[in-house]
Protein backbone atom coordinates (compact mmCIF):
# COMPACT_ATOMS: atom_id res chain seq x y z
CA UNK A 1 0.00 0.00 0.00
CA UNK A 2 1.28 3.74 -1.34
CA UNK A 3 0.24 6.82 -1.63
CA UNK A 4 -0.29 9.19 2.02
CA UNK A 5 -4.51 8.49 1.29
CA UNK A 6 -3.76 5.17 2.85
CA UNK A 7 -2.81 6.95 6.20
CA UNK A 8 -1.79 4.67 8.65
CA UNK A 9 -2.08 1.68 5.79
CA UNK A 10 0.62 3.40 3.84
CA UNK A 11 4.22 1.55 2.88
CA UNK A 12 2.40 -1.09 4.60
CA UNK A 13 3.60 -4.91 3.51
CA UNK A 14 1.09 -8.04 3.63
CA UNK A 15 1.20 -11.54 2.85
CA UNK A 16 -1.65 -12.85 1.11
CA UNK A 17 -2.58 -16.26 0.39
CA UNK A 18 -4.02 -17.81 -2.63
CA UNK A 19 -5.15 -21.48 -3.99
CA UNK A 20 -2.08 -22.02 -6.41
CA UNK A 21 -4.89 -21.77 -9.49
CA UNK A 22 -5.52 -18.11 -8.90
CA UNK A 23 -3.25 -16.20 -11.06
CA UNK A 24 -1.67 -12.84 -10.08
CA UNK A 25 -2.87 -10.68 -12.43
CA UNK A 26 -6.14 -11.65 -11.65
CA UNK A 27 -5.45 -11.57 -7.67
CA UNK A 28 -4.30 -8.05 -8.64
CA UNK A 29 -7.16 -6.58 -10.52
CA UNK A 30 -9.64 -8.12 -7.75
CA UNK A 31 -7.46 -5.97 -5.17
CA UNK A 32 -7.41 -2.89 -6.80
CA UNK A 33 -11.36 -2.86 -7.91
CA UNK A 34 -12.29 -4.21 -4.22
CA UNK A 35 -10.02 -1.08 -2.78
CA UNK A 36 -11.35 0.98 -6.16
CA UNK A 37 -15.41 0.43 -4.68
CA UNK A 38 -14.52 1.05 -0.85
CA UNK A 39 -12.38 3.90 -1.62
CA UNK A 40 -14.47 5.43 -4.28
CA UNK A 41 -11.18 6.46 -5.93
CA UNK A 42 -8.83 4.90 -8.90
CA UNK A 43 -6.17 2.70 -7.31
CA UNK A 44 -3.19 1.82 -9.32
CA UNK A 45 -0.66 -0.78 -9.60
CA UNK A 46 2.74 -0.58 -8.97
CA UNK A 47 5.00 -2.21 -11.68
CA UNK A 48 8.09 -4.69 -9.68
CA UNK A 49 10.69 -2.10 -9.35
CA UNK A 50 12.10 -0.77 -6.31
CA UNK A 51 9.73 2.27 -5.05
CA UNK A 52 12.71 4.85 -4.79
CA UNK A 53 12.56 4.53 -8.63
CA UNK A 54 8.83 4.97 -8.98
CA UNK A 55 7.30 8.54 -9.18
CA UNK A 56 4.25 8.38 -7.05
CA UNK A 57 1.93 11.04 -6.55
CA UNK A 58 1.26 11.53 -2.62
CA UNK A 59 -2.82 12.21 -3.62
CA UNK A 60 -3.21 8.54 -5.26
CA UNK A 61 -4.02 5.36 -4.24
CA UNK A 62 -1.20 3.14 -5.24
CA UNK A 63 -0.96 -1.01 -4.86
CA UNK A 64 2.59 -3.17 -5.62
CA UNK A 65 1.70 -6.81 -6.07
CA UNK A 66 4.41 -9.22 -6.41
CA UNK A 67 3.85 -12.87 -6.15
CA UNK A 68 6.25 -14.38 -3.07
CA UNK A 69 7.65 -17.95 -2.35
CA UNK A 70 7.92 -19.20 1.21
CA UNK A 71 11.41 -19.29 2.54
CA UNK A 72 12.90 -21.50 5.28
CA UNK A 73 15.37 -20.60 7.27
CA UNK A 74 18.53 -22.40 6.30
CA UNK A 75 19.71 -23.10 9.50
CA UNK A 76 16.39 -25.22 10.88
CA UNK A 77 16.44 -26.68 7.82
CA UNK A 78 19.87 -28.31 8.61
CA UNK A 79 18.42 -29.16 12.23
CA UNK A 80 15.66 -31.02 11.02
CA UNK A 81 16.80 -34.57 9.02
CA UNK A 82 13.54 -33.88 7.05
CA UNK A 83 11.19 -31.31 5.96
CA UNK A 84 7.33 -32.12 5.44
CA UNK A 85 5.34 -30.90 2.84
CA UNK A 86 3.10 -29.15 5.57
CA UNK A 87 5.54 -27.83 7.31
CA UNK A 88 6.78 -26.36 4.48
CA UNK A 89 3.64 -24.58 3.75
CA UNK A 90 2.42 -23.80 7.63
CA UNK A 91 3.80 -22.19 9.93
CA UNK A 92 5.86 -19.77 7.53
CA UNK A 93 7.55 -16.24 8.44
CA UNK A 94 9.84 -15.37 5.98
CA UNK A 95 9.33 -14.88 2.00
CA UNK A 96 11.29 -14.10 -0.35
CA UNK A 97 11.22 -12.66 -4.15
CA UNK A 98 12.64 -11.85 -7.06
CA UNK A 99 12.86 -8.40 -8.67
CA UNK A 100 14.49 -7.67 -11.71
CA UNK A 101 17.91 -6.21 -11.13
CA UNK A 102 18.26 -2.27 -12.62
CA UNK A 103 22.07 -1.88 -12.61
CA UNK A 104 23.95 0.37 -11.37
CA UNK A 105 22.33 4.27 -12.01
Known amino acids: FY ?3 FKNLN ?3 YIYREFFSVRLVDFGERLVK ?7 EEVKTLPNKPIEQLQIEPDKHYLQIIAV ?3 MDPIKQKQKKSITAWEKQHGVNMFGFE ?3 CGPQ
Open 11 to 13: NTK
Open 99 to 101: APW
Open 34 to 40: QFSDNLG
Open 69 to 71: NAF
Open 3 to 5: GAK
